[in-house]
């Protein structure tokens, strides 16, 4: 269980700093899933920070096991 949930926070975390980076630089255009959902278009820097608050949740609860 630890592992699994350091591997979604890992993807979490790689997520949601591409979806920042995209959105402040412009950057590695076409990497990042938060881009790709029509129903997120206007937040995307508020999904990406979720993502990455999502990743330390999920690194903090890993580490809790």
Not at 33 to 56: K, N, P
Request: glycine share 12%; charged share 10%; aromatic share 12%.
């Amino acid at each position: 269980m630890k592992q699994i949930l350091e591997v979604l926070g890992f993807v979490a975390l790689v997520q949601g700093s591409v979806g920042l980076l995209q959105e402040v630089t412009g950057f590695l255009r076409g990497w990042g899933l938060v881009q790709r959902f029509g129903l997120l278009d206007g937040y995307e820097i508020y999904a990406s920070v979720a993502l990455l608050v999502l990743s330390f949740a999920l690194f903090a609860a890993a580490e809790s096991q």
